[in-house]
């Protein structure tokens, strides 16, 4: 279980939304969230595929659009601000996705480098090359950086994938699914990498998952999607003390299959 | 966010019982609004600033370049076929001496356009499909977007700016290669020296005739890159939506340009 880390600030909300509703045809997915997220927090949303944990955290980055509700990201309202204004904002967000979304065509270095040459074009080329070097030695890939993304394996994968959202010093990491399709090993590797982020880089976190066990390793709070609403929250203990079925059903499925 | 709006509008289109005429004709139009939306799309996102220069460069090499070998073999035989297959019916009234003139013609105005055309729509069309379609798919367009950088200028504009002006490009190196293999076939034949050969191609084709070329190559470019791009920048989940985008992409650039050539045709036509 992890140890809830003192340097989340309660008085500090980084991502507040309230009663945030999104469909797809006839299909509601999310009815009426409500969510807060506190800075230096790692805050775990769990659910059965399908429920909407990845629509969640996409709308936050802007890359869906809310149908009605409040969405309020490092102060910022989503529904007001301008395209210009999401890419300042999506520039203090890393978005780490469930399967790594590196770009094919380019090598380790280059996948690294690429959010650096489109937003910080005050940097030289050597200031480029040492905060990569920080980033892969963050997540232990120095050796790949001459490596092309399909050389890799899944681990190494995310861990890249973590590293590039890492290179732009995000505030918030919103971690869609970060240990799907892993082995137990590695995703025990890439929790503890989670729980490192968070404690070298400052960052508040969002970790999408119906894995348990990276929600008790890496989750200070834990939050349950269930019908389209946060229908538990709290510790990991707090949350699977429940006489409901569906809890009950998700937490044996996990842990006796 | 306009792809987040185009993706409602997707999900608006096919949601029941909401349909003005019927499923199937109310989609028709919903998709010719979408090319029409990525059209302007791309002329607003083109002319602003800031400029995908090198992007453009690297795309322009990847069209341009990279399909040189290609139009270079097709090009030559296309002209050398072309030229022993007008032998025959110009023997038949002694008149092989117009062999030049003829090639330099139905080479110039319509061969080598519509050849090139069809080898880009092959090569390029289907790559940038692809491309395009397994980036969508992997969510590499949607990573490059949450790392504030415009994916439609950097994928989009950049490939169909490239393929705009490198298919005519292609298309005046392919007018040489063919006349070249035209002049091969003259030269083994009718023993004409390269001198009076070219004297008579040039006799033969007409400013309009090489214009007309060059702005139907631009048009023909163009609709190969928005083909491909909107093809692939839409694909639909899976690697079947991939293969999906490639082969569309072809299909639909091939049909649209032989529909442009006939258009061209008759505008031509009337002006000459």
Request: hydrophobic share 45%.
């Amino acid at each position: 279980m992890k140890k809830v880390t003192s340097r989340i600030d309660r008085s500090k909300q980084v991502i507040k939304i309230r009663d945030l509703r999104k469909s797809f045809d006839e299909f509601d997915v999310l009815r009426g969230v409500d969510l807060d997220l506190y800075q230096g927090e790692n805050l775990v949303v769990l659910g059965r595929s399908g429920t909407g944990k990845s629509v969640l955290i996409k709308i936050i980055s802007g890359l869906l659009k809310a149908d009605t509700g409040l969405v309020n990201v490092l102060g910022c309202d989503l529904s007001k601000i301008t395209p210009k204004e999401v890419d300042a904002l999506r520039l203090k967000i890393g978005f780490s996705f469930q399967n790594s979304a590196l770009y094919d065509s380019m090598t380790i270095k280059e996948n690294l480098q690429f959010p650096l040459i489109r937003n910080r074009r005050d940097l030289g080329q050597k200031e480029m090359d040492r905060m990569i070097e920080v980033v892969l030695e963050a997540v232990d890939l120095s050796q790949s950086i001459n490596q092309m993304p399909a050389e890799l394996s899944g681990g190494q994968r995310k861990r890249i994938g973590i590293a590039r959202t890492l290179i732009l010093r995000p505030e918030i990491m919103l971690y869609d699914e970060p240990t799907a399709g892993l082995d137990p090993i590695t995703s025990i590797e890439i929790n503890k990498l989670i729980n490192e982020v968070q404690e070298r880089f400052n960052t508040s976190s969002i970790i999408i998952t119906h894995d348990l066990t990276c929600a008790r390793d890496t989750g200070d709070r834990i939050v349950m999607l269930l019908d389209g609403q946060f229908q538990r929250q709290g510790s990991f203990a707090e949350v699977f003390n429940s006489d409901d079925e569906r809890v009950k059903a998700f937490y044996n499925y996990n842990f006796i299959d | 966010m306009k792809r987040m709006d185009s993706n409602i509008s997707k999900v608006n289109e096919e949601k029941p019982g909401r349909h003005v005429i019927s499923k199937r004709i109310d989609r028709i139009f919903a998709r010719l609004f979408d090319i029409y939306a990525f059209i302007v799309r791309f002329f607003k996102e083109a002319f602003m600033p800031p400029y995908e220069g090198r992007e453009i460069v690297k795309q322009c090499y990847e069209v341009g370049v990279k399909s040189l070998p290609l139009v270079s073999l097709t090009g030559f035989i296309i002209g050398i076929v072309f030229t022993n297959q007008s032998r025959v019916s110009l023997a038949e009234f002694g008149g092989t001496s117009w062999l030049p003139a003829l090639i330099s013609v139905a080479i110039v105005r319509a061969l080598a356009p519509l050849v090139t055309a069809i080898i880009a729509a092959g090569k390029v069309g289907s790559q940038i499909g692809a491309e395009l379609g397994s980036m969508k798919v992997t969510e590499q367009i949607d990573a490059m977007e949450v790392s504030a950088t415009n994916p439609f200028r950097f994928l989009v504009v950049t490939r169909v700016l490239a393929t705009t002006f490198m298919i005519p490009t292609l298309m005046m190196y392919m007018i040489f290669i063919a006349l070249m293999g035209g002049y091969v076939s003259v030269h083994q034949h009718e023993l004409t020296s390269f001198t009076t050969y070219f004297i008579q191609v040039f006799n033969a084709v007409t400013f309009l005739d090489v214009f007309s070329s060059l702005i139907k190559s631009f048009l023909f470019g163009f609709t190969i890159g928005v083909v491909g791009c909107y093809k692939g920048y839409h694909s639909s989940k899976g690697t079947q939506g991939v293969g999906k985008a490639a082969n569309t992409s072809v299909v639909m650039a091939m049909f649209l340009v032989f529909i442009e050539e006939l258009l061209s045709l008759q505008i031509i036509t009337a002006l000459r």
